[in-house]
């Protein structure tokens, strides 16, 4: 009986830490995917920025988004205590936002200082931005291929992230002349992104089928609507404040359905 306890109690540990190591990477995941989004918001924030001449507005915003990501970034550190590669991986990921950081506040002195932005500094902008998206999204993944991560809430975090992306290239579109020497970076058309964003979001509608999510689903589509329309529409009667408020509700939107989806 003695040994039958014995044997019970450490499969109960083994069970505990195992839900407990799930928990911890879920959590080091949650940082790593606001550190992506604050990244990409950035820019969004600085193209309405320049192309609104300076607009306080999108500065704070630029702020905002920048204490976000440093937030996440020292979180994630926490969470990381002891497990060697993540640390290498969060390292490499504070250096190339240093670099991004300086690069950003290069090119806001120079819009505050002369009123337009350098062609040649933005484009190395949107070449950092990219480069250190990138290598959080590596972190990332290779966090989620050692976790047991619900696939509706992957699908979620994915679908944020999409929609992050189009509203940088709308306001880079939207806000910026020449804009197209801006978007050189962004590998996927604004047509494939939105379609992308239209598959997925049919996809979620079936895995969260539930009483539970019908009203964040309702919410999402109909905010949806409107951006995809003011995307597609190509600027005609543009709104782009508008268009980045509705992302940003929607994102929020995603951000609580996650929560009740791993609730």
Partial sequence: MTRFFQSL??????????ISSHADDNALMVQLQHMR?????????FFMYT??????????????????FNTSLAQAREGADGQQELIRHLNDIEDKWHHFTRSLNSNRNL??????PSVQMVDELGRLNNTLVTRISTAYQQLAGESDTNPAIEKVRDMAMLLQEMTTQ??????MENS???????KNTMQKM??????RLADL????????????????NSKWRFLRNSITRQHEMDVPFLVISYNDRIIRHLEELEGKIGS
């Fill in 9 to 18: 109690g450490f499969a109960l540990a083994l069970t505990l830490t195992s």
């Fill in 205 to 220: 509608k079936v895995m969260t089928s539930q009483r539970s999510t019908d009203i964040l689903m309702d919410n999402i």
């Fill in 111 to 116: 819009v505050e200082n002369q009123g337009f």
């Fill in 180 to 186: 197209e020497v801006y978007l050189s970076e962004y």
């Fill in 170 to 175: 709308y306001a880079a579109s939207a806000a």
């Fill in 37 to 45: 989004l604050a990244s990409i918001g950035v820019m969004t924030d």
């Fill in 51 to 68: 192309g609104l001449d300076g607009d306080s507005k999108y500065s704070r915003r630029m702020n905002t988004d920048m204490d976000s």
């Fill in 194 to 199: 939105t379609s992308d964003f239209e598959f």
